[in-house]
């Protein structure tokens, strides 16, 4: 059973520009949660999907948006970069309809490097 | 959002028992207190969760005090592999799966 898996592992942008990442959700989770992982600290939530809509979303701008399919799979994209978007970007999978809310165990893809220049 | 607090860095040896501490005073009835750590390049990777019992898994035991303002992780024996950031996380109730990730301690084991 494969596990959370996220494309591309590493990705160098210009200011400016703009940048998608992929998530594929471990077998038999519905829900995907992205977090930014600026080197030395600990994940920020981003936002979360559950039945393709935005559940939840932390404190970040309308340039971070995001998307998911039918299939549950996931797209973080960023719009305008900034210097400072230069993180790891996680993605993490759970089932919210199996596991309810509060108690769902949230597995972790290994990441997409982003480096912006 | 909900806080924890937790010391920036543990040492421990390796095969020895080791005690990770977290506070949330603010803690509510109806939230949740899990663990994740995170291995060097890594992300992070589920440990355990309770909300008021004391639980125990093949990875760790949670400790979880009467009044739930702290919590204990417990790692029986550690090994080099346990060497990682382990984060202390509120799942609240109402917020079901937005994790809020603090600092967390960075736990180094010597052979």
């Known amino acids: 059973d494969a596990g959370v898996t996220q494309s591309p592992t590493h990705l160098i942008k210009t200011r400016g520009q703009q940048v998608t990442l992929r998530c594929s959700p471990k077998?038999?989770?519905?829900?995907v949660s992205w977090y930014q992982q600026a080197l030395g600290q600990g994940p920020q939530f981003i936002f979360q999907?559950?039945?393709?809509?935005?559940?939840q979303r932390g404190n970040f701008p309308d340039r971070f948006s995001g998307h998911q399919f039918p299939n549950y799979s996931s797209e973080l994209n960023v719009n305008a970069l900034l210097l400072g978007d230069s993180a790891l970007y996680l993605c993490?999978?759970?089932?919210?309809?199996?596991?309810?809310?509060?108690?769902?165990?949230?597995?972790f893809g290994p990441g997409t490097r982003l480096t912006v220049l | 959002d909900a806080k924890t607090t937790q010391p920036n860095s543990m040492e421990s040896n390796e095969e020895e028992p080791v005690h990770l501490p977290c506070n949330h005073s603010t803690i509510s009835g109806t939230d949740y207190i899990h663990w994740y750590r995170q291995l060097p390049s890594q992300g992070p990777e589920y440990v355990i969760h309770g909300l008021t019992s004391n639980v125990n898994n093949r990875m760790a035991s949670l400790a979880i005090a009467e009044d739930r303002k702290s919590s204990t992780l417990i790692l029986h024996r550690a090994t080099l592999r346990d060497a990682a950031v382990y984060y202390c996380?509120?799942?609240?109730?109402?917020?079901?799966?937005?994790?809020?990730f603090g600092q967390g301690t960075e736990l180094s084991v010597k052979p």
């Open positions: 996380i509120l799942n609240i109730y109402n917020q079901g799966g937005k994790l809020i």
């Open positions: 999907y559950y039945e393709e809509e935005e559940r």
């Open positions: 077998s038999g989770h519905d829900t």
């Open positions: 993490a999978s759970s089932s919210l309809t199996t596991s309810g809310w509060g108690t769902d165990t949230q597995y």
